[in-house]
């Protein structure tokens, strides 16, 4: 996926000039020109950043604090931030932001340390396990309704998920061989990552990195029911809750659109609002 190649030509066409604005506008278009290079749309870099910093954060909590109730406080106040990671990884997982491979490998280990999730395992639960499924409710992985046809609670659906997570991974897992082969070798680098950190400092580990996974684990399952439970099954443009608030779209990278998302999963989440606008006559007034 790309934006087109970076026309080089008015940069390399310019006439060598003192003008200090001349040297501002050629510094940045080497800059848009690198960025295209790297990043398969340069509106990622704010994902990308969001990330950096709830890593830089993690990092800072881990190593400079050394009060451990101190440490658990800032790590409980910190989660309304580092829950919009959830979004990040949601999003690699459908359009990966980097054109190189092991970018989008190391990535995603960073994610792992902040959603718990580690690289494929959206791609096989979420990606061939929701999306094409989730019209069907029996067979969606989020399990939001009942054998019978009811709709299950929040509680029961987020201890019947996070009871499921793994073992339906493997499921779908068996039948997308290569997949499931990456997801194995990657999830051993990740395990390898966070058993460094558990080596150096238990305590601290456990606090700033693994329950904010564990409570992430939960959050995935608790936006999917809010998202879909109860709802149609038989219209694509009924079978998904939106917020088109500003604010929230704002601050989880349009995450609100999820109608659009569904519709156009490997749509950009830069062009989901664009999206969103074409089809939400479509939509039930209850669900925008």
């Known amino acids: 996926m790309s934006d087109g190649p970076f026309d080089q030509t008015l940069y390399r066409n310019r006439q060598v000039s003192a003008h200090p604005h001349d040297k501002i506008i050629g510094s940045a278009y080497r800059h848009d020109w ?8 340069p509106e990622d870099r704010w994902p990308l950043a969001y990330t950096l910093m709830v890593l830089a954060v993690q990092l800072g909590l881990f190593f400079a604090v050394d009060n451990l109730w101190v440490t658990v406080l800032c790590v409980l106040l910190f989660q309304p931030v580092q829950a919009v990671a959830i979004a990040c990884n949601h999003y690699q997982h459908h359009v990966p932001v980097f054109r190189v491979r092991w970018l989008n490998r190391a990535y995603e280990t960073i ?32 399990r939001w309704q009942r054998p019978e046809g009811s709709p299950r609670g929040l509680f029961e659906c987020l201890v019947k998920n996070f009871a499921g997570h793994l073992t339906w991974t493997i499921a779908i897992g068996r039948r997308y061989p290569k997949i499931y082969r990456r997801l194995k070798i990657m999830t051993v680098v990740s395990l390898a990552t966070l058993a460094v950190l558990i080596y150096l ?16 684990i939960f959050n995935v399952a608790r936006l999917g029911y809010d998202q879909h439970a109860g709802l149609e099954m038989d219209d694509h443009l009924h079978a998904s809750r939106n917020k088109e608030g500003w604010f ?6 349009n995450s609100g659109y999820h109608t659009a998302h569904h519709v156009n999963p490997g749509l950009h989440w830069s062009k989901l609002p664009e999206f969103h606008r074409q089809i939400r006559d479509g939509i039930p007034a209850e669900l925008r």
Do not use: C, S
């Open 34 to 41: 690198a960025m295209k290079r790297i990043l398969r749309y």
């Open 201 to 216: 400092d238990p305590a601290k580990a456990m606090i700033v990195f693994v329950g904010p996974m564990l409570l992430a």
């Open 248 to 253: 929230y779209n704002l601050v989880t990278f």
């Open 111 to 142: 994610l792992f340390l902040q959603t718990g999730t580690p690289p494929y395992l959206i791609t096989l639960h979420h990606n061939l396990g929701h999306h094409p499924n989730y019209l069907k409710p029996e067979q969606d992985t989020l």
